[in-house]
């Protein structure tokens, strides 16, 4: 089941509104990672200046304490950002004044450490940025800042003939490498995030109807009630009238499309709030933040619209609707406002009973 769903994934496109939606997930997930990484990086920064500093003889200037200050200013805005886009602006930002920082340092190095140590700075950065949450673009801008700023081939370079190839292949294999790896982890994560959407949208909708199942619904609409309690809310039972009559005299496939008309009708009078297939033709529905007196009107006008519905055979609903007292669990609620549907289907059916 698992490799059926998972090759189903793979086949499609992934839409690029999905994309977004993974890129802020995978950046929200890592970001206590991604701060971690850019704390460990200044610290390093530090301790290289430090001893450059020193063993040179400078003792620390004050562009440290500037440097310091623009990475800790960034850092803050790093771990405040809870939006992936602007979190790449800053990392890239970042990555500019590492760069920077870093070749400032290597300066203070002996001309034949420099490219090296600027090979080593700038494998860091892209290492680190194979793991980072990045968009492509993001990515791609970190590499091609890191080689302007840390390139071993610019600046006051020593003679280097014999290692001058080793220079320009070391910086492209590292490159390369970093390309790849992100390019197979990116890719990994992103059709594990769709494949998780898909399940989660198997397990939470109803296959028939394509509205939320009951699970999803006293998932949803436990949280609600723990959460809010200082609106008005009700819960509605909603019943298809004598509902075996249409699959006996029209056949299932029909009785399905009768079950799929009246989800919609649910969902386009009512999807501002929770709404579900609870099982079989019942449907509920949670809402909030109104009178008793709007709420029976909502319901009044979803039953009259769906008596209204084009399309045969014709069908009415029977509604219960019960008021949420502030102690009341979900389970009582239910069994109140099923009691509620039972009034309205041994009054007639096609009607709304309200419990007060
Ligand atoms: N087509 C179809 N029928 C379903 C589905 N789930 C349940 N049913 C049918 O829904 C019918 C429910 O019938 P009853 O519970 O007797 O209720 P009713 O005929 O609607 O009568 P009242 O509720 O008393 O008005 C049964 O015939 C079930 O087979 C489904 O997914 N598709």
């Not at 992103?190 to 898909?198: E, G, I, P």
């Not at 109803?206 to 436990?222: E, K, Q, Y």
Request: hydrophobic fraction near 50%; proline fraction near 3%.
């Amino acid at each position: 089941m698992f490799k059926t769903i998972e090759s189903e994934v793979l086949k499609q496109r992934i839409s690029n509104e999905l994309r977004t939606e993974f890129l802020q997930h995978d950046f929200e997930r890592l970001h206590s990672f991604s701060m971690l990484v850019l704390y460990v990086s200044i610290c390093m920064w530090f301790l290289l200046d430090l001893i450059v500093s020193f063993q040179a003889g400078q003792g620390f200037s004050y562009i440290s304490v500037l440097y310091l200050a623009v990475f800790a200013a960034l850092a803050a805005l790093a771990a405040l950002t809870r939006k992936a886009r602007h979190f790449y602006v800053i990392n890239l930002l970042f990555v500019i004044t590492f760069g920077l920082g870093a070749r400032m340092v290597i300066e203070g190095l002996p001309n034949s450490l420099r490219p090296a140590w600027l090979v080593i700075a700038a494998s860091t950065v892209l290492y680190s940025a194979t793991a980072m949450p990045l968009s492509r673009p993001a990515f791609f801008s970190v590499l091609a800042v890191t080689w302007v700023l840390l390139n071993p081939l610019l600046g006051d370079v020593p003679d280097f003939d014999e290692r001058r190839s080793l220079l320009v292949c070391y910086p492209l294999f590292i490159s390369a490498l970093s390309v790849y790896i992100f390019h197979h982890l990116h890719n990994a994560k992103l059709y594990n995030y769709a494949m998780a959407r898909l399940l989660l949208d198997q397990a939470y909708l109803d296959a028939l109807t394509g509205i939320p199942n009951r699970r999803s619904f006293m998932t949803r609409v436990t949280r609600r009630l723990n959460e809010d309690t200082s609106t008005e809310r009700y819960l509605a039972m909603v019943d298809i009238d004598h509902f075996k009559r249409v699959n006996d005299a029209y056949g299932h496939d029909i009785g399905d499309e009768v079950l799929t008309r009246v989800a919609q009708k649910i969902e386009s009078e009512l999807g501002e709030f929770e709404i579900a297939r609870l099982g079989g033709e019942e449907f509920g529905i949670f809402l909030w933040g109104m009178t008793a007196e709007e709420a029976q009107v909502r319901m009044e006008r979803l039953r009259s619209a769906t008596a209204a519905l084009p399309g045969k055979p014709a069908v009415t609903i029977s509604l219960g609707l019960a008021h949420l007292t502030v102690d009341s669990t979900l389970s009582q609620m239910l069994i109140k406002a099923d009691r509620a549907l039972y009034d309205s289907k041994h009054n007639g059916r096609n009607r709304v009973t309200y419990a007060p």
